[in-house]
């Protein structure tokens, strides 16, 4: 099956707008150059993942809300696909995309249990998950740590001030990814 045309048939549904602003955000140089996230494959996942989970997050708690819970359903779908049109655009065997696959199906979903806890349990909590998702491939400052755990507050808090009806849509609005840096977090690292 090829996703292209999945892809193409629904690219003006509402997750296909929300998940190009998803990839868009987590693009964002300011996260690698400003955050100090890795500037890697790792990386760019983590930053997925986070931004994944921030809107899932807020979904989530729209919960009598259809359009919302199908958005959330419609985005992880979306997602895994694009992980797989991915690996496979990059030389991944066809035999083994679908363990890899899997691999960042799990990956994905114990990351947002562990920011879900995060986020529940407080600032401790928070950047411990932080710390093990999206630097496990690197030994950040605690000041890195800190900048990403308050950017991931910054967009929780920019999405929970979006009315759930725009949200249905997809029209996903982030914060700008400077957001968690400050000045004296950049003088310590």
């Not at 997925?48 to 958005?71: I, M, N, S, W, Y």
Request: charged residues 25%; positive net charge.
């Amino acid at each position: 099956m090829s996703f292209a045309r999945w892809f193409a048939r629904g690219a003006g549904t509402a997750s296909a707008l929300a998940y190009r602003r998803i990839v868009a955000q987590a693009r964002q140089p300011a996260l690698y150059a400003g955050l100090g996230v890795p500037d890697s494959a790792d990386g760019r996942f983590e930053m997925l993942a986070l931004h994944l989970f921030v809107v899932l997050h807020r979904l989530k708690g729209e919960r009598g809300d259809p359009a919302c819970t199908a958005l959330a359903q419609e985005l992880m779908d979306r997602t895994i696909a694009d992980l797989d049109a991915n690996l496979r655009e990059m030389g991944a065997g066809d035999l083994g995309v679908g363990r890899r696959v899997k691999r960042m199906a799990k990956a994905l979903y114990g990351r947002i249990a562990a920011y879900e806890a995060g986020l529940d349990r407080g600032e401790a909590e928070l950047r411990a998950a932080v710390r093990q998702s999206v630097f496990a491939s690197a030994v950040p400052g605690d000041a890195q740590v800190a900048a990403v755990a308050r950017y991931l507050r910054a967009c929780r808090d920019a999405l929970a001030a979006q009315p759930a009806a725009v949200l249905g849509r997809g029209e996903i609005d982030f914060p700008p990814a400077e957001s968690g840096s400050r000045e004296a977090d950049r003088q310590s690292v």
